[in-house]
């Protein structure tokens, strides 16, 4: 078992920057590491994703403005979200996925709202 804690939401004006944090209990070597988010009335969808290796990828919606890392050493991933919009509110889930037994945990969410 794995748990997943995000942090760094917060309110922040159209134009501006947050950077979100996932800490997990255990190691994260053999995992893809994912951002996903939900907007009230909306599905949950994938915002950006990076591999064990690094390789990442990124919803359409967000390319050029977020960007995902991660830190295999400390059990964490990131998300540097900028120029962010207010169509970008919404509550960000932080998951992984281990790519070899597929077991798939989830963090509580961390709410992120985009006002002026």
């Known amino acids: 078992q794995v748990q997943l804690v995000e942090s760094g939401g917060g309110l922040v004006q159209p134009g501006g920057s947050l950077r979100l944090s996932c800490s997990a209990s255990?190691?994260?070597?053999?995992?893809?590491m994912a951002w996903f988010r939900q907007a009230p009335g909306k599905q949950r969808e994938m915002v950006a994703t990076?591999?064990?290796?690094?390789?990442?990828n990124y919803a359409d919606s967000v390319k050029g403005r977020f960007t995902i890392s991660r830190d295999n050493a400390k059990n964490t991933v990131a998300l540097q979200m900028d120029s962010l919009k207010p169509e970008d509110t919404a509550v960000y889930y932080c998951?992984?996925?281990?790519?070899?037994?597929?077991?798939?945990?989830w963090g509580q969410g961390t709410q992120v709202t985009v006002s002026s």
């Open positions: 998951k992984l996925r281990f790519w070899n037994s597929g077991s798939t945990y």
């Open positions: 255990g190691s994260i070597f053999s995992a893809t």
């Open positions: 990076v591999t064990s290796g690094g390789s990442a």
